[in-house]
């Protein structure tokens, strides 16, 4: 089945500063990687998302990049801000007969201001 | 437009007991995901509903089970709780011919 490695588990930055999280796929049939936001004790929301037909997608401070052939991807957020600290994770999906979903481990992201 | 809610917000039962967990999807939304996430970890796929009928399921044994209702709402059954069950579980809802999904803000579990 599918394996998503993300990277590192904890990341602490200086407001204003540029953070990046990396995550790595094993199955080669995902084909679209959403980016979740987690703030504590609520559900993730959705940040940006890219599909497998695209190399780059950036909407304001956020961008998130693809390699298919490597089989990784990276969300950048630049001008962090302390609302950006909450728990960050990557995902691989394989749309199909039914959408199969796998996360990662989720990153810790600290703005300090 | 109202977005994905899910009840209760927190539950606590004792081992061997059954649970049931309530989602309603997003309006215009006809596929309904369960997922477990325990402390510190990703949410891990549990199952999908889509018109009524359960269409994927993830690594969890029988006695997780599901309904979907004819308005897209959910529950989510657990029966003979164990220890490890405790967890927030997530409900997330998208349009079948789409790949966003929207989380609710979970139930969190705890079983004594």
């Known amino acids: 089945g599918e394996n998503v490695e993300q990277h590192p588990s904890t990341l602490s930055v200086q407001e204003g500063d540029s953070a990046v999280i990396k995550c790595t796929y094993s199955d080669s049939a995902s084909n679209y990687f959403p980016w979740y936001k987690q703030e504590l004790g609520k559900g993730p929301q959705l940040i940006i998302d890219i599909r497998s037909n695209v190399g780059e997608k950036k909407d304001q401070r956020i961008a998130v990049t693809l390699n298919k052939t490597a089989k990784h991807f990276s969300l950048h957020i630049t001008e962090t801000q302390p609302e950006d600290s909450a728990v960050y994770f990557c995902a691989a999906t394989v749309s199909g007969g039914y959408q199969k979903v796998t996360f990662g481990t989720g990153t810790k992201l600290q703005v300090i201001p | 437009e109202t977005g994905v809610t899910q009840s209760p917000t927190h539950l606590i039962k004792t081992r061997g007991q059954q649970v049931t967990l309530r989602c309603s999807s997003q309006s215009g939304h006809n596929t309904v995901s369960w997922y477990q996430q325990a402390l510190g970890q990703g949410p891990q796929f549990i199952f999908q509903y889509y018109r009524e009928e359960e269409n994927g399921r993830g690594n969890f044994p029988p006695r997780f089970s599901g309904l979907q209702f004819p308005n897209y709402s959910s529950e989510l059954n657990v029966n003979a709780l164990e220890l490890d069950d405790s967890a927030l579980y997530l409900c997330?809802?998208?349009?079948?011919?789409?790949?966003?999904?929207?989380f609710g803000p979970g139930t969190r579990l705890t079983v004594l």
């Open positions: 997330a809802s998208r349009n079948q011919g789409g790949n966003e999904q929207f």
